[in-house]
């Protein structure tokens, strides 16, 4: 059986006698809580957002879309370390509120909101993202009826799309935003109305690596956002940018270049009348915040060889790890960065299928992988877990029951 390579184990964790440790604990450790288990590391996120601060123009916000990983005790440590909340429904606004969000921090996108959100929204003060003209004038008759000015943001299908990104959010018909040649109208009526309108979304794309494909994107959406300040008679008072930054799952996949992003974004916004104008800009990220910092950490059950063929059967599975086993958004399936945590020191020694306990030939957590021999009892660590896993992954299916989550 050939060899087919892992991802990249991202930086940030040590090895220690032999095992693998995140944030000083080694995996044995904390498994001992049970597994399968996602551990988040709060000291690896806390440097991520720190680097992009530093690599982003002063005036850029940094919002955290909590789709990625709502786990409560890493949303309370997302509400402290960013400048708002990006939610997609009334159960993401009890969250971002839970964790100790300001309403006025919060911001909720999404097709078809139902009354009930749109109301416990207006009523909690958070921006709403409109969605269509449609959702606007829902918006607009409820605030009229609860008597509150709404915080009213457009959210603008571009003509263009994130170059390069695994799930794109714009340039094609969409039910995402309302189409750019219809923007102007809707931002008028939102502002006649007497709404506290709140400015523009521009969301292009997700899980780019490729740095200038973001810039141009950026900068696509600066001008877009300058054009319908100017069609429609209201400069926005901010621009979320969108965000889309991805991360290095598979072989041969490099980080974004933030510096460079940061650095070219700064120069787009000193050129942009909007930021002389007084436009507050932000990114809302989920997967590049958290993704990295969160490992999956699962238990060898069984070792069997079939049809020469030798397969490591773990008590964990794509029902809490959907994406790890290719089934989420991706075409052809490639490997995430495995490893046997307790054997960190050990060369590959052999070729093995590492499945989960689902009954299920899509259950695969890596696929002809290069390992170490591994024994019953053995973890196995599947990186790259932190964002979509858990929370994006069906946990009813076949009855194993959620995955225990922790930060450490
Ligand atoms: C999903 C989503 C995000 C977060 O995407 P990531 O790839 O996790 O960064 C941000 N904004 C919107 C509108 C989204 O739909």
């Keep these: 059986m050939s060899p087919k390579p892992l991802g990249p184990v991202p930086p940030g964790f040590q090895i220690t006698d032999g095992e693998l440790a995140i944030a000083g604990h080694r995996a044995s450790e904390l498994a001992r809580a049970g597994t399968p288990l996602f551990v988040y590391s709060s000291a690896m996120i806390e440097a991520r957002v720190a680097a992009l601060r530093e690599a982003l123009p002063a005036r850029v916000g940094v919002h955290y879309a909590i789709k990625a990983n709502p786990f409560p005790p890493l949303l309370r440590l997302m509400a402290q370390l960013c400048d708002g909340l990006d939610i997609a429904s009334a159960g993401e606004l009890d969250m971002a509120l839970g964790a100790g969000a300001d309403a006025s921090a919060i911001s909720f996108a999404g097709p078809g909101k139902s009354d009930a959100e749109l109301e416990a929204a207006i009523g909690a003060g958070v921006t709403i993202n409109l969605e269509s003209a449609r959702e606007a004038d829902r918006a607009l008759a409820i605030a009229a009826r609860l008597g509150v000015p709404p915080k009213l943001a457009v959210r603008v299908n571009p003509a263009f799309d994130l170059r390069g990104s695994g799930m794109k959010m714009g340039g094609r018909a969409s039910p995402f935003g309302i189409d750019e040649a219809r923007a102007a109208d809707v931002i008028r009526r939102v502002a006649a109305f007497g709404a506290d309108y709140r400015g523009l979304h521009i969301y292009a794309g997700s899980q780019s690596l490729d740095s200038g494909a973001i810039v141009a994107a950026q900068a696509a959406t600066l001008a877009l956002a300058e054009r319908l300040a100017q069609e429609s008679g209201y400069p926005p008072p901010a621009v979320n940018l969108g965000g889309g930054f991805g991360i290095p799952y598979f072989a041969g996949d490099r980080p974004v270049d933030i510096a460079a992003v940061g650095s070219a974004l700064g120069e787009a916004m000193a050129a942009s009348p909007l930021t002389a104008a007084g436009t507050r800009y932000h990114l809302e990220l989920g997967r590049w915040l958290v993704g990295e910092a969160g490992v999956y950490l699962t238990c060898i059950l069984d070792r069997k060889e079939s049809g020469g063929e030798t397969f490591l059967v773990t008590d964990g599975g794509l029902h809490h790890q959907l994406a790890a086993s290719g089934n989420f958004g991706t075409v052809v399936r490639r490997n995430y960065p495995v490893a046997i945590a307790t054997r960190m020191d050990a060369p590959p020694q052999e ?33 790259c877990a932190g964002a979509y896993g858990a929370s994006a992954s069906p946990a009813g299916f076949l009855g194993h029951g959620p995955a225990a989550e922790v930060l450490v």
Excluded: K, Y
Excluded at 365 to 379: F, K, M, Q, S, Y
């Design 351 to 383: 070729v093995a299928h590492i499945v989960g306990c689902l009954c299920t030939p899509l259950d695969r957590l890596a696929e002809r992988a290069p390992v170490p021999r591994a024994e019953i009892g053995d973890l196995v660590a599947v990186f």
